[in-house]
């Protein structure tokens, strides 16, 4: 080993102000705030954030120009009734939004934040400065959680609105027959979101693990997507029968046992059941591989 | 599965029941099944006498199951089949109950498959008849379990057709020990005739199955007896006496005295008081060919001979819906566990179940059915609740030809009675045939279970008025669902009605739950689709006869929630134990455990000790090797050395990126690893600036430092802006910056709170010569205030002017380290110059001149390695070898030490 002994004897006595090392009273690193802050002003949150507010105005021009819906089978019976009240709409827009669209989000807001961080090389300076790993995730988990629940809250929220003011406000009819009183209507659409953000906890989950692992934001979030259609797709497949209760997708639209008379809890509790514990696993492997990564971006 | 009008009229009576037990399906050999245990299939056609005491027989075809050692006794089981079908229907059950150890026969009743023989209806001598024949055949078996020589241990199971032959051959034959009817009636002229009035669509459907060939239609593998020349369109293989009795009804639309006699005798009400065997009744919910009624009276009847009884009430039936048929499969067969098996252990269930819905899943699109129990089975008019109707009397007509009629059910058209437990009402009534009567909305929520009562009066320009009574459950608001429980209707003949009749109205019986809110209305019509009624133009009159509608209920009956299955609750359990495996195991050693501070090391701002990093998945080609080095306070340390040499690895790893495989960085004492707070202490610019595009570089460097959880005023950000000098330009937004104007601010950000030891990888880049002197003028102020800089470059010529001290890296190895002028002394070099470049001659000999280690041409001159020569011994030595020299000086240039010093290995 070499040693640099030539040192200067005149130091200076600024240098001293610290002897002890590294006891600077450092609050929370990384705090939720300054995260949200720095994800907040970007153009994609903005973006996304218009695009939650538009889609249920846009819907309702739908309605407007091509008149009230007609009938369908199933699922879309729920169509058939969309225009009858404000709880209406917004339980229509939910159904509308709640396969794929509101899933975009999700997978954006997740997927994206670490990686884009690395890809921008100020990942490095962030565990520098220092934010201990963990933390940095625990943070960027957080800030992406609540901004993917405001989008998600945001849909039913605006088209609520805007139905209430467009076919006014009253009962949720029931596309069997039958109606929901307001008050229990609204519990019902809240009870349906709960369900919802529970339920894209596993694409959350998958975004944010890509995250961990690509500096490619695009890579992240197209994965999580693309686990949304591949889902889709087996879910579709009827010969694969019990199997596909497992998949994580499939039973994304359980929440639509909430309208009717009796609600029905069964599908909702497998679809949370199956998303947790995805999530749980793949959440468990972000923090694991971040942790142990060497961060060469 | 139901069966649909809409579709071929096969296996009609057995109907959805039926199409339960083909699961499974069966083979045509010897051993059949694959499941755990092999089953014996025997197919035998018995020859039995025509009827009791007669010589003349008639052919049974019959399959026989059984499973395991045929030395074992074992009690045996009759399976028999429903309307239209055939003993084919039953071979999935019959296996599944071998395999659980009894000794199973199906067979084809007369008139149905491969048997010969009329349909007579289960008449007590012929069908039932036959099953004491088959009783006797069974008797003989060897593995058949004996309660008397001669009286096998048997029981009897079977759906709607099948059913009712279980109960009349429990009735009739004394050797049955069990029984577990399905879907069945227990008085078919009651079932076919309601209160006299004609159930036309229904029996239509049942005759017209018995008189067409199903077994051409139904079976393609048998070759037993076909329609004999006696038969005709019209009568099928109906006996003839049956054939004439419904041609006569449906002509006239009424029944007459002899039919109901006729059917009656052939019911097993006829047998009830012999029937004392534990029974099972499972009866359709949705079921208005063979009501819940029928099942009542059954119960009754059986109970009062002192036999246990249990009724369930299944969500389907004949009108269709779920069957339920797994579920009943077990039932029946736990049932014959512990009547048969005498088996007390076995759980024959709840004395009185309902299924009842528990809404639409909607994933799956299937109704979900909850189970609802009683330790007692309450009969129909239990626990009555009193509910108050109002309505003034109401004139209405019945329309010539009894059309346009009102729809309740539609026999077969699928599970859509079933709807109506989820607020769906599919029924129509015309304007001026009916005469309704209404509650209050009711104040509480109430559970319809049984037959609600209802005494009217009626009055008519006729003798004989036919009404249908049915009790909505109304919606509140206009337009409300109007719904009709199961689809059902009662129908009521009332004689003399010209003179005004007090009735007593037994409203079907269902299980309903009427919401708060809603209300009850009695509807009295006087058509319906699927009943006859009078053709004669006729005006009825209706009035209620006391106020009140009495609603059953069944108070104790408990619902038990659907049962989620067992991985709901487990697959989170797993997750998180595998969750919080992946994240208890798998940290690295190096990084975890937390190496005390050095209390000499305080004052020492970077000490590395054996520094090694392999590259990723090579276990011998390293990046960094064995580095060590110490760096003291107030120092400008240069890091040189070509790409490759390891420098940036080695910063990444003081900055805690990436891990070391060996080795310690200390920091003041403290040991470096991710997030540890000595890094606080550490600014760092290395590999180029990272900020966030969007924002401007102002709000880039104060939301760096909040980052960093510190208080805003140790920031010292207006020295830091002054040091990146962007101006105005600080409030753009960074994507519009220059490649100098990030680098600024990058090394701007690594100042922010003056940290005690500065890292700065190339910071010269891509500034312009007068930032390059200004840069360098920061750097040696910085550390003349006593802070530590640690500058990593490729300007050579910078470093020399900038450090004090320098380390070279070559080959991920330490190469040198010392003061600058150390280092830059450190070999007696000579740069001569000459003339004229030498050629190889001179330079020979020069280099094999005595103490010259080597000569080399270089650009400027000549470069002279000297090892123990003097400088003038050089001159002296040069001038003898006629090699002109112009000049003479020593090598001072770091550029040159430092390829001295890392040799040619680096080009």
Known sequence: MSTLTDTPSDLPAETAHDPAGSRRAARRTLPL??????????????????????????????????????????????????????????????????????????????????????????????????????????????????????????????????????????????????????????????????????????????????STVTDAPLGAVGGALGLTILGNILGAITALGGVRDFLPTYWAYSWVDLLQTDPQWNGMAKGVSVSVSYALVLFALAFRHFRAKDVVS | MGFSLLRPRRALFAGAAAAALLVGGGTWTAVAGHGPASVQRTDQVLALPEAPGSAATVKIDTSYFTSGSSDVRRPAVLLAHGFGGSKNDLTGEAQTLAREGYAVMTWSARGFGASGGDIGLNDPKAEVADVSGLIDWLAERPEVQLDAPGDPRVGVAGASYGGAVALLAAGYDKRVDAIAPEITYWNLSDALFPDGVFKKLWAGIFFTTGSTDQSAASSTSQSGPRITATDDATCGRFAPDLCAMYQRVAVSGKPDAAAEQLLAQRSPSAAATRIKVPTLLVQGQTDSLFPLDQADRAAAAIRANGAPVAVDWIAGGHDGGDMESSRIEQRTSAWFDRYLKRDTAADTGPAFRVSRSGGVDSTSGTVTLQGASADAYPGLEDSPEAVSLSGPPQTFANPPGGAPPAVSVVPGIGG?????????????????????????????????????????????????????????????????????????????????????????????????????????????????????????????????????????????????????????????????AIAAALLLTGRRRHWSGRPAADPELVLVPLRIQGLTKRYAGSADRYAVRDLSFQVEPGQVLGLLGPNGAGKTTTLRM????????????????????????????????????????????????????????????????????????????????????????????????????LPDLLILDEPLNGLDPPQIREMREVITGYAAGGRTVIVSSHLLAEVEQTCTHLVVMDHGQLAQAGPVADIVGSEDAVLVGTVLPLDADQLG???????????????????????????????????????????????????????????????
């Open chain 2, 654 to 753: 003081l900055m805690g990126l990436i891990r070391p495989d060996e080795g310690e960085i200390r920091v003041f004492g403290q040991s470096v690893r991710p997030g540890a707070p000595v890094l606080s202490r550490v600014g760092a610019f290395v590999e180029g600036p990272g900020f966030l595009p969007h924002l401007s570089g102002l709000s880039n460097l104060e939301l760096y430092w909040r980052a960093t959880g510190r208080p805003d005023e140790e920031a010292r950000l207006d020295e830091a802006l002054a040091i990146a000098g962007l101006g105005d330009a600080v409030e753009r937004a960074v994507r519009t910056y220059s490649q100098g104007m990030r680098q600024r601010l990058a090394i701007a950000q690594a100042m922010l709170g």
């Open chain 2, 845 to 907: 000999k020069v280099a094999a001149l005595p103490g010259v280690a080597s000569a080399e041409q270089v650009a400027d001159g000549l470069l002279v390695r000297l090892a123990g020569a003097s400088a003038a011994d050089l001159t002296a030595d040069l001038v003898r070898l006629e090699i002109p020299v112009q000049s003479l000086g020593p090598h001072r240039r770091l550029e040159d030490a430092f390829l001295t010093l890392i040799g040619g290995a680096a080009r």
């Open chain 2, 416 to 576: 859509l009675g079933q709807l109506s437990s989820l607020g769906v009402g599919l029924s129509v009534d015309f304007p001026g045939q009916s005469a309704e009567f209404s509650s209050q909305p009711l104040t509480r929520s109430l559970r319809i279970t049984g037959s609600p009562t209802v005494r009217i009066h009626v009055r008519a320009d006729s003798d004989d008025a036919v009404l249908f009574a049915k009790l909505y459950d109304v919606a509140p608001g206009t337009g409300g669902a109007r719904v009709l429980p199961s689809q059902l209707v009662t129908p009521l003949r009332v004689t003399g009605a010209r003179a005004g009749a007090d009735v007593l109205v037994r409203l079907p019986a269902v299980d309903h739950q009427v919401a708060a809110g809603h209300r009850l209305e009695l509807v009295l019509s006087s058509t319906d689709l699927a009943y006859a009624s009078p053709a004669a133009p006729a005006s009825y009159t209706v009035s209620l006869a006391g106020n009140d509608l009495s609603v059953p209920t069944d108070p104790v009956l408990s619902t038990a929630a659907a049962p989620l299955p067992w991985w709901v609750w487990a697959l989170p359990l797993l997750a998180l």
């Open chain 1, 33 to 210: 705030r300054v995260e949200a802050v720095r994800q907040l002003r970007r153009r994609r949150t903005a973006a996304m954030g218009a695009l939650v507010v538009l889609l249920p105005l846009i819907i309702l021009i739908a309605f407007q120009v091509g008149g009230s819906p007609g009938g369908g089978r199933n699922q879309d019976a729920l169509l058939t009734v969309a225009t009858a009240s404000g709880p209406n709409f917004a339980a229509t827009c939910l159904f509308l939004s709640s396969g794929f669209f509101l899933v975009v989000p999700v997978a954006l807001f997740f997927g994206d934040t670490v990686a884009s961080e690395a890809g921008w090389s100020s990942l490095r300076y962030l565990l520098a400065a220092p934010v201990p790993r963990t933390r940095l995730l625990v943070s960027k988990l957080t800030v992406a959680l609540g901004f993917s629940t405001v989008a998600t809250v945001l849909v039913p929220l605006v088209a609520l609105a805007a139905g209430t003011a467009a076919y006014g406000w009253g009962p949720l009819q029931l596309p069997t027959g039958g109606a929901l009183p307001t008050g229990t209507a609204v519990v019902r659409l809240l009870t349906a979101l709960g369900f919802i953000l529970l339920s894209q906890l596993v694409t959350a989950a998958l975004a944010f693990w890509l």
